[in-house]
DNA sequence: AATGCGGGTGTAAACAGTTACAGGAGATTC
DNA sequence: GAATCTCCTGTAACTGTTTACACCCGCATT
């Protein structure tokens, strides 16, 4: 004797009503009359009734779930973006479905054709190590994508712009007037966004008229340890840089660690400079100066992006770029014509 | 002109067979004759043709989603968690949906309800802000449920027994050696993880005769901020403990960071000890001493119970208690008796 | 009295799969 | 030569909702 399931035509019989009225009771429909709606939400209350979102999405052809792709949700840059996010979305009665890719363009793939098999209203496309495959993919299908780079061209993808050159603009010169050494940490040669930061960065350079010697140029993972080593390496030279710029906090909390060990000192021996701000920057001891990223104005674009592309197809979001700006902290020297004041 | 969607009767057509056949070789059944697998298989790729998901488990009663419930994602003990979970689920061919309750009861009820509907197979709730309202919607329906704390003794819930107690008792058995003024740094108390362990600390105490005064015994909220404030609070006493506990590892570095605000260090002021063993403690400067929980075995053992409760429901998971255990690193001194090469 | 209107409700056909059951075609057994 | 078995395939019922459409009823207009 198996329980009988509780579905919609249990709960119309019990209200003596028809399962389209229960429908339309359950999607708040201004069709039923409040007595009605009434008797019906007593009898679900009374059941436990719990809908059946799968059947739902079935006959609704909505599916009221997002799909978010991030590289590494052990970097703390992501985290937050999904919470934010999910929080978002959660206020628009929607679901996240979660996937990590750690960084591996084989498991990108087979997010993608995952979420696209749970039909997902929106995918928003938080990793940059893009596959051709992938894009063809999201191409054959029309759900609606928002992505963080300016890679996919794809007419179809909304991108969302990051406008990483104004925050390492402000970076380059508030170190120029203290230093001219410079070096650089970038991050792993498949990422996109690193790619960016690290070309935007050298861009950057030669318009003041410096250069970076092509052994202060390393390459890091965007974790701590690729920070740890590649600083590590910087300091085994004969002639070093007296400042660093990393391509994320992580890497430049690894070279802080670097740093440490040997018994050195930020940023009486070098300015360091991180790039994200994410929370644990003001956490150590010196806190890290670095250029922030509004990751809550990332999420946000993305939802509302996303939102804007499965409701009717109307109204597209402003699609404004989202500015960098550096965060001084105490991990890099003033320059040195700054008065006192600023001084801790 | 709406272009007609691809399904399965589109394929069955394609390939001149029944919509069965297409099923049962989208679901590897070993009753398809080889040969026609093929040809619906290249018929599937010729189309581009993405099996729905959502009909998929309304027809056969599995959705192949698990929940996933955290209380905040911010904290990095969860995103190593969920990472590892996430590539176990992916490797079954499960996906994850997830939610972050903040903390928040209310908004946790929310988020069982809405995985309730969306029929997911088994819930891991590694939140522990509980509420009976919680308790009683799920025991309700039938899903499988894990969580993280013995506080669920409602018979149907798997509980992973995490044994706090061990790593608490080398911790005190650790500092009592060179210290007997421990002060604690409790998490939120409407967590019951939070509770459990300064319950289990006390007793500790206890049971080597030592006890913590009143003015020692702080509550933060399990994230920095919380450290910061009560480590500055305890700093403001005029008597001070020499070493303090938290209850987590955020909160020892806010306290740690309070303490080198003051211009004092670690451990040469204060011995200072972590719990959880995120990533983070051995990247700041002094690397934390913690208790390590191990969570890639928590991920491990709430995935296998849970997949063990929706597979036919036999073989229940060996159900071991998952044992903590102390770390230490450079925050607290070595008790005086130790011998001197274990100094740096 | 006929017509129109609109709010509230029911009927039944989708939606896209799975699967119990039936059955056909060969091969094997009696 | 019939019965049985095995292997493969098809038919159709079923899953739980939404929603287009039809309909009814009471009221206001003509």
Redesign the interface.
């Known amino acids: 004797m198996k329980q009988q399931p509780v579905n919609i035509s249990v709960i119309a019989r019990r209200a003596g009503v028809s399962t389209a009225t229960v429908s339309r009771t359950l999607n708040g429909s201004p069709l039923v009359r409040e007595k009605t709606a009434e008797r019906v939400r007593k009898v679900i209350a009374g059941l436990?009734y719990?809908?059946?979102?799968?059947?739902r999405?079935?006959s609704s052809g909505r599916?009221n779930?997002l799909g978010v792709i991030i590289s590494d949700?052990?970097n703390?840059f992501?985290?937050?973006l999904?919470?934010r996010l999910?929080?978002l979305a959660?206020d628009h009665s929607y679901?996240?479905?979660?996937?990590?890719t750690?960084y591996d363009p084989v498991?990108l793939e087979?997010?993608v054709?995952?979420m696209?098999?749970?039909?997902v209203d929106g995918i928003a496309l938080l990793a940059s190590e893009m596959h051709q495959r992938v894009v063809d993919l999201l191409k054959?299908?029309s759900v609606p994508v928002v992505a963080l780079q300016a890679q996919l061209q794809e007419s179809r993808f909304r991108t969302i712009h990051v406008d990483y050159g104004s925050g390492i603009r402000e970076a380059v010169d508030h170190l120029r007037l203290g230093h001219s050494d410079l070096a650089f940490i970038a991050g792993p040669g498949n990422l996109w966004t690193a790619n960016r930061r690290r070309e935007l960065f050298l861009k950057e350079l030669e318009r003041n008229g410096l250069k970076v010697p092509r052994a202060w140029l390393l390459e890091g993972d965007h974790r701590?340890d690729g920070g740890v080593h590649a600083m590590r390496k910087l300091l085994q030279q004969k002639r070093r840089p007296t400042a660093i710029l990393c391509s994320n906090d992580l890497t430049a909390?690894?070279a802080?660690?670097a740093i440490?060990e040997a018994g050195l000192q930020v940023p009486h021996d070098f300015s360091l400079l991180g790039f994200d701000d994410i929370?644990?920057v003001s956490?150590?001891?010196p806190r890290l100066s670095t250029i922030r990223i509004p990751r809550s104005e990332i999420a946000t674009q993305a939802f509302f992006t996303l939102l804007a592309a499965t409701r009717d197809g109307l109204m597209a979001a402003p699609q404004t770029a989202i500015m960098t700006s550096l965060i001084v902290r105490d991990s890099s020297t003033p320059p040195r014509d700054s008065n006192s004041a600023k001084r801790r």
Do not use: W, Y
């Open positions: 436990g719990v809908p059946n979102s799968g059947a999405s079935l599916s779930l949700i052990t703390p992501f985290p937050d999904i919470r999910e929080h959660t679901d996240l479905i979660f996937a990590d750690d498991r087979h997010c054709q995952r696209m098999e749970r039909r054959r299908q701590a909390l690894g802080l660690k440490q929370d644990l956490l150590v001891h």
